[in-house]
């Protein structure tokens, strides 16, 4: 297991998005309710939130509920949401007191009254803070948020605001949910699963990716150091060779 002093501070990834997966079979290993494993969840947030805030990453996005999500169990989704008001409304203090923002990706219009009001609330209290920003995302997908912005673009070329020879890779990202922030370098999922299950398909184009085999509320501040020394040790190419990233170092 890797240490915080294996990290070196100048070359960290500026954005790790993280896929929480694996509460459920957590939950069930020990003859438990889904839900149980759900809300043993919220420590593995807060440690990864408070060691990438340690380390100095800027942006940590954490995906919280799929857009497919909706098609589990009422109880199970019930369960989710009441956790997720009382976790944000719980944390909003901790956000504030280490610097961080917070912000959010996904249909949030989706989300049942409660939990928008206790999101923007906490989303309009963090917004001067500067150390980090937490991103949530909530009734997110991929496609979900690619066909949203296809929709808003559409409308412009119609009203003529837009030439569509003027649309280019940068009209199109100004136009995600995630406009503003820089793509993540390095994605981590938990659980032993080897997909992407529709997070941040424009987005992760060039990111690392990472899979350990850690349930989700097993995940420590250790194992995200050890992702993001696997992240260190790899040679991102970018479509170059190694020989010409070597020449230009
Ligand atoms: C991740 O854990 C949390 C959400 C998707 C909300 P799961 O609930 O998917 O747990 P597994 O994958 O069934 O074990
Ligand atoms: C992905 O996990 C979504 C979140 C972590 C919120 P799932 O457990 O829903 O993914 P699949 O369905 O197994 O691919
Ligand atoms: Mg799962």
Redesign the pocket.
């Known amino acids: 297991m890797a240490n915080k002093e294996d990290i070196n501070p100048n070359t960290l990834p500026k954005h790790i998005a993280v896929i929480?997966?694996?509460?459920?079979?957590?939950a069930k290993m020990q003859g438990k309710l889904?839900t149980f494993?759900?809300e043993s969840?919220v420590k593995a947030v807060r440690e990864t939130v408070e060691a990438s805030a340690e380390l100095g990453i800027s942006y940590l996005t954490m995906y919280?509920?799929?857009t497919e999500?909706w098609n589990r169990p009422k109880y199970e989704i019930n369960a989710?949401m009441t956790l997720l008001v009382s976790t944000i409304s719980k944390e909003t203090k901790t956000l504030m007191d280490n610097n961080i923002r917070l912000e959010s990706i996904g249909d949030t219009d989706a989300l049942p009254s409660k939990c928008r009001r206790e999101l923007e609330e906490a989303k309009q209290k963090t917004a001067g803070n500067t150390r980090m920003t937490l991103v949530l995302a909530l009734s997110y997908s991929a496609r979900w948020e690619i066909t949203q912005a296809m929709k808003q673009l559409a409308h412009q070329v119609k009203q003529g605001t837009i030439q569509p020879e003027a649309i280019d890779e940068k009209t199109i990202a100004n136009h995600l949910t995630t406009a503003g922030m820089p793509d993540p370098e390095l994605l981590i999922r938990t659980?032993g699963?080897h997909r992407i299950s529709n997070f941040l398909l424009w987005q992760i184009s060039y990111a690392e990716l990472y899979f350990t085999d850690k349930?989700?509320p097993d995940f420590r501040k250790e194992d995200l150091y050890d992702a993001i020394v696997s992240f260190q040790n790899r040679e991102r190419r970018f479509g170059k060779t190694s020989e010409q990233l070597k020449s230009q170092s």
Do not use: I, K, P, Y
Not at 20 to 26: K, P, Q, S, T, Y
């Open positions: 929480m997966d694996g509460n459920g079979r957590w889904r494993g759900h969840g919280a509920f799929s999500n989710l659980s699963e349930l989700w």
